[in-house]
C-alpha cells in the first residue's frame, strides 16, 4: 500500500480530464448510448454496432469451441441495452481501435466509503506522525469547513506499524482544537482528536469486541469501540453522500469496473441508492449486501429487497459479521489456536456461534442470501457451522438429506458466501467444499499481509490455511479488493492472484521475491473469472453480467492490447481506454494518458 497515496492522487486529477473526453468521444461517435434507464433511446441508438480489433467474450466453450470466443470482434446492442448479436466484421473501416472484453466486478467494496475517501485526508503511505499533520493541515487549508465541530476532518490510510507507535490524541498547535476522525488503514480502528475525546466521559469502561487504546495515550478505537466515536460524529447529509456516490462511481468507471458488490449497506442509505439509480447520473450496477444499523441484528423488515430489469441495483443479501472487524496485521482475527507471535492471542469474535447460527437461518429463511465476515480460522469455522446449519433446515426440513443434496440447494437457491475467507483450517476448506459454499476473496488482502504473515500464524497454518485461491476454483470464487481498504484497480487484483507479488512493486516479500506460495496463484483466465463470471454467479446474474454474449448486459471496457496475450507483469500497467454501462460511454481515457500509470 505505499504507493497508494500517488495513486488516488492521479485518480482525482483524472477524473476531470476523464469526464472531457467522454463528452468528445460520444460527439465523435455520434450517439450517447444505446439506450437509458427512462428509455429515451434513438432509432440509431437501438441499433448500435460495435467492432473492435478483438472481443473477448467470456462465454464459457461450447461443443467444437476450444475457448468460447473464437474469431469475432463485433457485437450489436438490442433497445434494453444488452448484447443482441456477438460476431465477426472483416470491414476495417467498422473496426475502432483497442480490444473489448466483458466489464470488470469487484465482489467486495464499499462505495459510499470510497467516495467519502475520495473527499478526505488520504494518509495511505504515510511514514511519521508529521507526514500525516503535514497532510492533514494541507486537506483542512483546502477544505476550510473541515475541522468544526459541525463538520468533522475524515482521513483514512495510517498505520502505526509504519509510524512506530500507536497515535494519541495530542496534536500540535496546527490542529489544536480541532475535530478529526482518521481511519486506519484497515478501517478498524479510528484515531480522533483532543476535541473529540472532550467529547466523551473522562472514564471509558472497555468495549466487548473492540479496544479502547489506552497507551502510549488515548485517542484510538478500535471495532466495536468505534461506535462510541461515531455515535457523535455529525454525519453527512444525503446530499453530502450522493456527492461521495458521484465521485466513487466516476473513479471506479476509470479502473474499468462496470458493477460491484457493495459489502454492507444500511437501510436508509439503500433508500437513497434506489432514488439515484432510477436516475440517468446512476451509471454502475450494485448488488448491495443489507447491514442492519445494529450489527448482527434481525432487520429484514428496513431493508426491502430490490430487484431491477435494468439490473443496477440489486438487495437480495445480507452481511453478517462473525470475527472481529480486525485483521491480522493487529492480531485481531479470532482463531482456533493461538497468534505464533503472540501465545497469548487468540483474536475476538464479534457474535458467539449460537447466535450467529441464528441469525443466518432467520436471514436466509427470509428470502435473503447471507454473506459472513470471517478472516480467521475459528471464524470462518463458525460461518461454515451457520450456514450448514441454515441449509439443513432450509433444504432438508425433514432430515436424511445428505450433503449431495445440500450442496444442490446451495448452489440454486442460497449461495451463502464467506466475505474474505482469509485463513481457513483444512477441515472447514473441506466442508465449504462439500456444501458449495462461496468464497469471497481480495488478492491484494494477500499480497498486503504476506510480509507479517507468517510470522502471526506460523510457518504450517501460511502453507495449509492462508489466504487460499486455487484451492478454492472449484467453488467459483468471487474476487474484489475491499476498496477503499485496498485501491480498487482490478488490474491490481488480476496481477496479485496470478503472480502472488505486490503490484505496487512487483516484488513478494523476502525470500519470496519471486512470489508468495505460488501454488496457490491463479491464471490470467482464472482471475478474470473472479472479476467476471464468479462474481456474477455471487449476485445470481450468470448470463447477464461478466461476458459479452446474446441476451447479456451491454458492458464492456476496451483496452489497447489484447488481456489474453498479456504477460503477468504488464497487468499491473493496464490502463483502461473506455467504460461502458449499459451501452453508455461512462469513461475514456485522455489521448496524453496513454503512456503513463496514474490510475
Not at 441499433?47 to 473492435?52: E, I, N, P
Not at 469547513?145 to 498505520?159: V, Y
Not at 447477464?544 to 489484447?562: C, Q, T, Y
Amino acid at each position: 500500500m505505499a504507493s497508494s497515496a500517488v495513486i488516488w492522487w492521479g485518480v482525482r486529477l483524472s477524473l476531470l480530464a476523464g469526464c472531457i473526453a467522454v463528452v468528445a468521444l460520444r460527439l465523435q461517435h455520434g450517439l450517447d448510448g444505446a439506450g437509458t434507464k427512462n428509455g429515451g433511446s434513438s432509432s440509431r441508438q437501438r441499433q448500435a454496432t460495435f467492432c473492435y480489433q478483438g472481443v473477448l467474450t467470456n462465454v464459457d466453450p461450447g461443443p467444437g469451441d476450444d475457448d468460447g470466443s473464437a474469431a469475432v470482434n463485433c457485437f450489436a446492442l438490442s433497445g434494453d441495452a444488452k448484447f443482441a448479436r456477438v460476431f465477426s466484421d472483416s470491414d476495417s473501416d467498422s473496426v475502432r481501435p483497442g480490444y473489448a472484453l466483458p466489464g470488470l466486478w469487484d465482489g467486495h467494496g464499499h462505495l459510499l466509503q470510497f467516495g467519502e475517501f475520495l473527499h478526505s485526508a488520504d494518509l495511505f503511505g504515510s511514514v511519521s506522525f508529521d507526514d500525516i499533520r503535514s497532510r492533514l493541515s494541507r486537506y483542512l487549508d483546502a477544505n476550510p469547513a473541515a475541522g468544526s465541530a459541525d463538520e468533522w476532518a475524515r482521513g483514512i490510510g495510517w498505520d502505526q506499524m509504519a509510524l512506530g507507535a500507536m497515535p494519541t490524541a495530542a496534536a500540535d498547535e496546527r490542529l489544536r482544537g480541532r475535530f478529526f476522525m482518521l481511519d486506519r488503514v484497515d478501517v478498524h480502528c479510528t484515531w480522533v482528536s483532543q476535541a473529540i475525546l472532550d467529547l466523551l466521559p473522562a472514564h471509558l469502561p472497555d468495549v466487548p469486541g473492540g479496544e479502547i487504546v489506552r497507551t502510549p495515550g488515548m485517542g484510538v478505537f478500535c471495532d466495536n469501540a468505534m461506535d462510541l466515536v461515531v455515535a457523535l460524529w455529525p454525519k453527512p447529509g444525503v446530499a453530502r453522500k450522493k456527492t461521495f456516490v458521484a465521485s466513487a462511481m466516476k473513479a471506479l468507471h476509470a479502473v474499468g469496473l462496470v458493477g460491484m458488490h457493495d459489502a454492507g449497506v444500511f437501510p436508509d442509505d439503500i433508500a437513497m441508492y434506489d432514488a439515484m439509480s432510477r436516475t440517468d447520473d446512476w451509471t454502475l450496477r450494485v448488488y448491495a449486501m443489507v447491514e442492519c444499523k445494529e450489527r448482527n441484528t434481525l432487520c429484514p423488515d428496513d431493508a426491502a429487497k430490490v430487484s431491477r430489469d435494468d439490473g443496477f441495483l440489486t438487495v437480495r443479501s445480507v452481511k453478517l459479521f462473525a470475527g472481529k472487524y480486525g485483521a491480522l496485521g493487529s492480531w485481531g482475527s479470532a482463531m482456533i489456536e493461538p497468534y505464533s507471535d503472540r501465545p497469548d492471542v487468540t483474536g475476538s469474535l464479534l457474535v458467539n456461534a449460537s447466535t450467529l447460527t441464528a441469525l443466518t437461518k432467520a436471514w436466509s429463511a427470509a428470502g435473503f442470501q447471507v454473506n459472513i465476515h470471517a478472516i480467521g480460522d475459528l471464524a470462518n469455522r463458525y460461518a461454515v457451522d451457520a450456514m450448514e446449519a441454515a441449509l439443513v433446515a432450509l433444504c432438508a426440513p425433514a432430515a436424511g438429506a445428505d450433503v449431495d443434496d445440500l450442496a444442490d440447494c446451495q448452489a440454486h437457491h442460497h449461495r451463502f458466501r464467506i466475505e474474505h475467507a482469509q485463513i481457513i483450517h483444512p477441515d472447514d476448506q473441506l466442508r465449504m467444499h462439500a456444501l458449495g459454499i462461496i468464497p469471497s476473496v481480495q488478492p491484494t488482502h494477500a499480497t498486503s499481509d504476506m510480509a507479517y504473515a507468517e510470522r502471526r500464524l506460523g510457518a504450517e497454518r501460511t502453507a495449509t490455511e492462508a489466504y487460499r485461491m486455487r484451492s478454492l476454483l472449484p467453488l467459483h470464487p468471487v474476487l474484489g479488493s475491499d476498496f477503499p481498504v485496498e485501491p480498487p484497480n482490478p488490474f491490481e487484483g488480476l496481477y496479485a492472484a496470478v503472480t502472488r507479488k505486490n503490484p505496487h512493486t512487483g516484488v513478494g516479500p523476502p525470500g519470496a521475491e519471486d512470489g508468495w506460495h505460488r501454488e496457490e496463484a491463479l491464471s490470467v483466465g482464472q482471475a478474470l473469472a473472479g472479476f467476471t463470471k464468479g462474481a456474477a454467479r455471487g449476485a445470481f446474474l450468470e448470463g447477464k453480467a461478466g461476458v459479452i454474449r446474446e441476451g447479456a448486459f451491454a458492458d464492456w471496457i476496451v483496452l489497447d492490447e489484447p488481456l489474453e496475450s498479456m504477460s503477468p507483469e504488464q497487468l499491473r500497467y493496464v490502463k483502461v481506454r473506455e467504460t461502458w454501462v449499459a451501452g453508455k460511454l461512462v469513461y475514456a481515457r485522455r489521448n496524453d494518458d496513454a503512456d503513463h500509470n496514474d490510475l
